[in-house]
């Protein structure tokens, strides 16, 4: 990956600077906040002043007008979830139950080869943690197929950690080299048509999870931010607090509303990525 070359060393911005911000988005309407960043659960680290994620969501949620907050990019780092942190998600109702945990891999070897400081075992450890502390989390991640070496053994523990792990929202990739990266001098690459077969069979399975998922919220009632029409399908499309916006699948809705309207809608339908809801009431 050319991003740690292109990014530098982390720096956060001062916690104030970030408040400052939320506060006149949500002065300006905005409802829906997403923290990014690199790491956004290494927030403050660098700052050596006690800033970290845990006391930042603390003045988030404070912020009025706010609804959603929702946090995106947080590598797998043990350390970085803490008790405190998981529980203050599990505690407010305006922070999303939603982690993204850019994994690429769950086999040591691999993973050390990507220079990832992250084991299978610890990975494995860290989602059991999150999922003590908040059983309803939506999980997203990415995984790379077909890296350098990656031999069908290696594989074949990938497609068995996908079902095992039961991710709500999964991104795959075939591996791409890139001019100047040290995966880029690796050798053993695996050819094109090896690495579209694992990519096949790899989201043929997350597929399968993913409907399976959607099947049993049919008949519940959610809360969905409008965001406007689909035009395909002649409905209005929003989002549930557990999707992202254009990474996630989407709710499609029956009903009147206006972009921008957050509503009550029950489930009526289940597809791969996404859900058929009518709408019942509008609630702003």
Not at 10 to 24: H, P, T
Not at 123 to 140: A, D, G, H, N
Not at 193 to 198: D, F, I, M, P
Request: hydrophobic share 35%; with cysteine.
């Amino acid at each position: 990956c050319t991003v740690p070359k292109i990014r530098g060393s982390y720096r956060s911005r001062k916690l104030r600077s970030v408040l400052g911000e939320a506060e006149r988005l949500a002065d300006q309407g905005v409802q829906e906040l997403i923290l990014i960043a690199q790491d956004t659960t290494a927030y403050g680290r660098d700052l050596q002043d006690g800033t970290n994620l845990e006391k930042l969501l603390k003045n988030l949620v404070s912020v009025e007008g706010l609804r959603w907050i929702r946090i995106l990019y947080s590598y797998p780092r043990a350390d970085n979830f803490t008790d405190g942190l998981l529980e203050l998600m599990a505690q407010e109702e305006k922070i999303c139950p939603y982690l993204d945990l850019p994994l690429q891999h769950i086999d040591d070897e691999i993973l050390k080869r990507m220079g990832r400081r992250s084991k299978g075992a610890e990975i494995r450890s860290l989602l059991q943690k999150i999922r003590t502390f908040l059983p309803q989390v939506s999980l997203r991640s990415s995984l790379i197929v077909g890296f350098p070496g990656e031999k069908e053994g290696q594989f074949k523990a990938l497609l068995d950690f996908v079902e095992e792990t039961q991710f709500d929202h999964l991104g795959a990739f075939k591996y791409s080299s890139e001019e100047g990266t040290p995966a880029s001098r690796l050798p053993h690459p695996i050819v094109e048509s090896v690495k579209e077969e694992r990519l096949r069979a790899l989201m043929e399975i997350q597929k399968k999870i993913s409907l399976k998922k959607y099947q049993g919220m049919v008949g519940q009632r959610n809360v969905v931010l409008v965001e406007g029409p689909q035009r395909k399908r002649g409905v209005l499309r929003g989002r549930l607090q557990t999707q992202a916006p254009e990474i996630d699948g989407s709710v499609f809705l029956d009903g009147k509303a206006q972009p921008g309207d957050w509503v009550e809608a029950r489930m009526t339908q289940a597809l791969p990525y996404d859900l058929v809801a009518q709408i019942e009431n509008v609630l702003s």
